[in-house]
C-alpha cells in the first residue's frame, strides 16, 4: 500500500532548462506544490540571472563585486526549492546524460529561441521517443510559429506588442508599461496551467504533450477582456489612467497623507456614495442621474470626489465610505505593503534566505494559494550553481563518482 501523498506534485521530476522569469517562474510554482524540479544551467556561469545586481552572500546585499558565494537576489526569488545541476547540452555526452534525464522525468520545461532544442536534436518527436510520458513545454516571446516566431523578446517588447501599453498610461500622455513584470508573469502561469492540465490528461491517456506558449498571446488574452475594438471605433481613448471606462467614480483619489482608491459602479451605489461625503445635492443633477450620464461627464464626476476626498486624511475617508459600505482602500506604497498586516497574516512576506543559511533581510512573496488538504509553500532557498551535481548524477542517474569527475574535466558538467 503506497503511502498518502504530502504534495500535490509529489512524484512529479521536472527537467527544467529556462532562464530569466517566465519560465524558472512557473518551475517555482511547481516546486512549491510538491514537484522535484531539477535546474540545468550553463557549467560555469549558470542562468544568466546569477550575475544580477545585488547580491547577497556571506558579506550581506551589496552592489559590488561579487563572490563565489554570492548569490543575485533575483535568482534567490525566482528559482526557490530547486536542484541546480550543470550541463552542456552542445557536447555528445552532455546529450547522453539529458536523454537519461528526460526518461526518468515528467515534465521538461524550456524558454530557449525557437529552433533551440531542434539544434541540440531534442525536439517534441525525439523527446517523445525517449520518454512516450513526458510533457513538453515551451516559452517563447512569439510561439514556435508564426512570422515573429525568430524575434528576440523580453517584458518590455510583449507590452509592447501584446497592446498591454496601448492601455496602460493616460489619454494624452505616452503608452507606458505595467509596473509588475507581466509580460514574463502571465505566460508563465498560462505554461503552468497547461502543464497541470497535461499531467491530468495523461492520468487517463498514458500519453504526454507538446504545450506551445507565446508570452505576446497571454498578453493579448488579457487586454481583451475588454471592449476595446468597440473603444476604437468611437474613438474613446484605450489608456484610462486609473479610470474604468464602464463606471464613474472608478479610480484613485487623493487625501491630506495619500491617495485612496474607490470603486462605485451601480446607480445605487452611487446615490449610497453621495449621501455618504454629504452631497445629496447632486441627486437630482441631470449630469450624474444614470451611469451613462456620469461617463459623459466623468471629469466632473472625479472634480467633485476629489474636492471632497483632498480635505481628509486616507483614513477619514475610508472610515465615512466604509460604513457606508463603499468600495474603497489606500493606495500602498511599497514600504506600507511590506507592513501590510493583512499580507502578514497569510504568510505572504518571507525572508528570503541564502543556500549557505546566510541571512539576506530581503523580503520575497510566499506561495499564495491556499489548500485545505495538503500544503504547498516553497521548500527551500534557491541553489547554489551545481550544488545538487552529484545528488541527481549518482543517485538519480547511478554514475560512479569517478564518471562525475571524468564529466567534471571534460567540461560536460
Same mark, same amino acid.
Not at 187 to 195: D, H, I, Q, R
Not at 227 to 232: C, G, T
Not at 316 to 342: F, N, S, T
Given at each position: 500500500?503506497?503511502?498518502?501523498?504530502?504534495?500535490?506534485?509529489?512524484?512529479?521530476?521536472?527537467?527544467?532548462?529556462?532562464?530569466?522569469?517566465?519560465?524558472?517562474?512557473?518551475?517555482?510554482?511547481?516546486?512549491?506544490?510538491?514537484?522535484?524540479?531539477?535546474?540545468?544551467?550553463?557549467?560555469? @556561469?549558470? +542562468?544568466?540571472?546569477?550575475?544580477?545586481?545585488?547580491?547577497?552572500?556571506?558579506?550581506?546585499?551589496?552592489?559590488?563585486?561579487?563572490?563565489?558565494?554570492?548569490?543575485?537576489?533575483?535568482?534567490?526569488?525566482?528559482?526557490?526549492?530547486?536542484?541546480?545541476?550543470?550541463?552542456? /547540452?552542445?557536447?555528445?555526452?552532455?546529450?547522453?546524460?539529458?536523454?537519461?534525464?528526460?526518461?526518468?522525468?515528467?515534465?521538461?520545461?524550456?524558454?530557449?529561441?525557437? &529552433?533551440? $532544442?531542434?539544434?541540440?536534436?531534442?525536439?517534441?518527436?525525439?523527446?517523445?521517443?525517449?520518454?512516450?510520458?513526458?510533457?513538453?513545454?515551451?516559452?517563447?516571446?512569439?510561439? =514556435?510559429?508564426?512570422?515573429? !516566431? *525568430?524575434?528576440?523578446?523580453?517584458?518590455?517588447?510583449?507590452?509592447?506588442?501584446?497592446? $498591454?501599453?496601448?492601455?496602460?498610461?493616460?489619454? *494624452?500622455?505616452?503608452?507606458?508599461?505595467?509596473?509588475?513584470?507581466?509580460?514574463?508573469?502571465?505566460?508563465? #502561469?498560462? &505554461? /503552468?496551467?497547461?502543464?497541470?492540465?497535461?499531467?491530468?490528461? !495523461?492520468?487517463?491517456?498514458?500519453?504526454?504533450?507538446?504545450? *506551445?506558449?507565446? $508570452?505576446?498571446?497571454?498578453?493579448?488574452?488579457?487586454?481583451? +477582456?475588454?471592449?476595446?475594438? /468597440?473603444?476604437?471605433?468611437?474613438?474613446?481613448?484605450?489608456? =484610462?489612467?486609473?479610470?474604468?471606462?464602464?463606471?464613474?467614480?472608478? @479610480?484613485?483619489?487623493?487625501?491630506?497623507?495619500?491617495?485612496?482608491?474607490?470603486?462605485?459602479?451601480?446607480?445605487? =451605489?452611487?446615490?449610497?456614495?453621495?449621501?455618504?461625503?454629504?452631497?445629496?445635492?447632486?441627486?437630482?443633477?441631470?449630469?450624474?442621474?444614470?451611469?451613462?450620464?456620469?461617463?459623459?461627464?466623468?471629469?466632473?464626476?472625479?472634480?467633485?470626489?476629489?474636492?471632497?476626498?483632498?480635505?481628509?486624511?486616507? =483614513?477619514?475617508?475610508?472610515?465615512?465610505?466604509?460604513?457606508?459600505?463603499?468600495?474603497?482602500?489606500?493606495?500602498?506604497?511599497?514600504?506600507?505593503? #511590506?507592513?501590510?498586516?493583512?499580507?502578514? @497574516?497569510?504568510? $505572504?512576506?518571507?525572508?528570503?534566505?541564502?543556500?549557505?543559511?546566510?541571512?539576506?533581510?530581503?523580503?520575497?512573496?510566499?506561495?499564495?494559494?491556499?489548500?485545505?488538504? #495538503?500544503?504547498?509553500?516553497?521548500?527551500?532557498?534557491?541553489?547554489?550553481?551545481?550544488?545538487?551535481?552529484?545528488?541527481?548524477?549518482?543517485?538519480?542517474?547511478?554514475?560512479?563518482?569517478?564518471? #562525475?569527475?571524468?564529466?567534471?574535466?571534460?567540461?560536460?558538467?
Amino acid at each position: 500500500m503506497e503511502a498518502p501523498i504530502k504534495k500535490h506534485l509529489q512524484g512529479v521530476r521536472v527537467i527544467d532548462l529556462t532562464a530569466w522569469l517566465a519560465g524558472p517562474f512557473l518551475t517555482m510554482q511547481m516546486a512549491a506544490m510538491g514537484a522535484e524540479v531539477i535546474k540545468i544551467e550553463r557549467p560555469g @556561469s549558470g +542562468d544568466p540571472t546569477r550575475a544580477s545586481v545585488p547580491f547577497a552572500g556571506p558579506k550581506g546585499v551589496g552592489f559590488g563585486e561579487k563572490t563565489p558565494q554570492d548569490i543575485s537576489l533575483i535568482n534567490l526569488k525566482r528559482n526557490r526549492g530547486k536542484k541546480s545541476i550543470t550541463l552542456d /547540452l552542445k557536447k555528445e555526452r552532455g546529450k547522453e546524460v539529458f536523454r537519461m534525464l528526460v526518461a526518468k522525468g515528467d515534465v521538461v520545461v524550456e524558454n530557449f529561441a525557437p &529552433g533551440t $532544442m531542434e539544434s541540440f536534436g531534442f525536439d517534441y518527436a525525439a523527446l517523445k521517443a525517449i520518454n512516450p510520458r513526458v510533457i513538453f513545454c515551451s516559452i517563447a516571446g512569439y510561439g =514556435q510559429s508564426g512570422p515573429y !516566431r *525568430d524575434l528576440t523578446a523580453f517584458d518590455l517588447t510583449i507590452q509592447a506588442t501584446s497592446g $498591454m501599453m496601448a492601455v496602460t498610461g493616460y489619454p *494624452d500622455g505616452p503608452p507606458l508599461r505595467c509596473g509588475p513584470w507581466i509580460g514574463d508573469l502571465i505566460p508563465a #502561469l498560462y &505554461g /503552468l496551467a497547461g502543464v497541470l492540465a497535461a499531467l491530468a490528461s !495523461r492520468e487517463k491517456t498514458g500519453c504526454g504533450e507538446r504545450i *506551445d506558449v507565446s $508570452m505576446q498571446d497571454c498578453g493579448f488574452s488579457m487586454i481583451m +477582456d475588454e471592449a476595446l475594438d /468597440l473603444l476604437v471605433a468611437r474613438g474613446i481613448p484605450t489608456r =484610462q489612467g486609473n479610470r474604468n471606462p464602464r463606471a464613474v467614480p472608478w @479610480s484613485t483619489f487623493p487625501t491630506r497623507d495619500g491617495n485612496v482608491a474607490i470603486c462605485a459602479y451601480t446607480n445605487d =451605489q452611487w446615490k449610497v456614495f453621495l449621501k455618504a461625503i454629504q452631497r445629496e445635492d447632486c441627486l437630482t443633477d441631470p449630469r450624474f442621474r444614470n451611469l451613462e450620464d456620469r461617463l459623459e461627464n466623468a471629469a466632473e464626476v472625479e472634480a467633485l470626489v476629489t474636492e471632497w476626498s483632498r480635505n481628509l486624511s486616507s =483614513q477619514e475617508a475610508m472610515r465615512v465610505l466604509r460604513e457606508k459600505r463603499i468600495p474603497c482602500d489606500p493606495v500602498l506604497e511599497v514600504k506600507e505593503v #511590506l507592513d501590510d498586516p493583512q499580507l502578514k @497574516s497569510r504568510g $505572504m512576506i518571507q525572508e528570503l534566505t541564502h543556500p549557505l543559511g546566510v541571512p539576506t533581510g530581503v523580503k520575497a512573496a510566499g506561495f499564495p494559494i491556499r489548500f485545505s488538504e #495538503l500544503p504547498a509553500a516553497y521548500p527551500g532557498p534557491a541553489p547554489m550553481l551545481g550544488q545538487h551535481n552529484e545528488e541527481v548524477y549518482m543517485k538519480i542517474l547511478g554514475f560512479s563518482r569517478k564518471e #562525475l569527475e571524468e564529466m567534471e574535466k571534460e567540461g560536460v558538467i
